[in-house]
Each structure stands twice: as C-alpha cells, then as structure tokens.
C-alpha cells in the first residue's frame, strides 16, 4: 500500500489532523509544530493526542512527520539566533514524546557569511545538544535546494552532519523531491542515479521519508518552489516513477504541494491510481 499524506494545520488540533487525513484518502500526514513563522507552541491537549493516536492506530496509519518552523536556523553565525534554535528544536522534541515514534523533520538552516564548514559544525553541535538515549522521536535532516547559503544542498554536506551526531540511530533523512531536483540531482532523467550516489554517501538506510513535490522551476535552479503534483518541471510521470521505485515505494511520502485540501485528495486518488501493488 502506498503510504501518503500531505500537510495539514494543527490550528484545529491533533485528532481533527487525522479526521482531515482520512477524508482525502491519505493514512498519514505532516504538521507543524508551531507557527511556521511565530516562536510560541501551542499548548499540547494530551485528550486531544491520545483521540489522534487511536484514530491512527485503527486506521493503520504509516508514521506521522512533524516539521520544525522556518524561523530557527541552526547554522547561523549570531550566537543568539543559534541558541534561540536549540531552544526551540529541544522544546519541539519534548512535546513529540505524546506522539511516541514519529518523525521530526529540519532543515539545517543557511550559513549565511561563515562558510558551509563552520555551519555543519553547528548543526551537529546543536543536535548533540539536544539529542537524548531515551527519545522515540527520530529527527530527519532535509534535503535543501541549495538557495542562499542554505545548508544540505549536496548529499555529502548532509553525510558530513550525521557523521557528526553522536546519537546517530536517532537521525534520518528527509528527501524533498523539488528541493534536490532544484539543487542539481536528476531525478527526473536519471533517478537510479540519484538513488545510487544516495547510497554510495550517504546509505539508503538513512532515507527515511520523501516531501513529494513538484518544481515550478527547471532543473538545477536552486529556487525552492513548489508546484503541484503534474504541474512543474519534474512532471507526472517522473513522480509515478518515484513513488513505485523499489527502493522507495515502501517509505511514506508527504505532500506539500500549494493546493487546499481537495486539491490534496485528488493528488492522493491519482497517485493511489498510479502506485502498482
Ligand atoms: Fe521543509
Ligand atoms: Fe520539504
Ligand atoms: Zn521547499
């Protein structure tokens, strides 16, 4: 079975999330944990968890991605901006204890004026701040489209953080479709390719979810923007290679293409369609 969502808002909260999933055919989801662009978390309702949990279990939902907000940046050269992220990330991960063994995904920020060196060590820095033995979450780096300065536009700066994490068994990677076709990896000509340079730096034993998107911009642009499913550059039929690939067919992937909900629905039934059992 294809296992597939797309972002939901917690605004309405946790079992509305699940209620919201199910209604569009998906049998899981992403949220995030905040504000994308505000600091303050929401108050956790344990009831209101627990309802979601349930929903979930009965449901045989596949695991559920929570992402971190776009405010914090990891790799910033201000130490304040760094501290104010580890706070944030370390507070993310406390609260995802209520939703026991699910996925938390970051991106690991832009380097802006230090140089991509400096910033990896303060990626891995902060994740070995923050990581604890006895969480259940396993937090995802994202695969980045290499805009800016941004961090984790390449496999390898990617393989360098993990190498860094002491607590490496609580680490993955989250692999954004638009993002590495932005930042140069062909997945749409040569996906076995990309699969296998994966592999060969950073092992496909860390690749743990895909954000499955497609790209309002060709190949290579580092631009960072998403287009519905069909709609972009990658294209409908790259897409349905990618979600029936054997060595990624059986990972969740998450939606976050720019459409409403219904748009959302009809994404998931075409891709239901396409995916060979
Ligand atoms: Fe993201
Ligand atoms: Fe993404
Ligand atoms: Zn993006």
Redesign the pocket.
Known sequence: MLNIGCHLSVSKGYEEMGKEALKIGANTFQFFTRNPRGSKAKEIDPNDVEALLKLAKENKFATILA?APYTINPCSADEKTRKFSIEVIADDLNRMEYLPNSFY?F?PGSHVKQGVEVGIIYIINTLNTILKPEQTTTVLL??MSGKGTEVGKTFEELKQILDGVILSEKMGV?L?T??VYDAGYDIVNDLDGVIAEFDRIIGLDKLLAI?L?DSKNPFESHKDR?EKIGEGFIGKEAVIRIINHPKLRHLPF?L?TPIELEGHAEEIALLREAYKD
Request: with cysteine; hydrophobic share 0%; charged share 20%.
């Open positions: 992402h995904n991106h994202e695969t989250c954004d638009c993002h954000h998107n998403h998450y976050e």
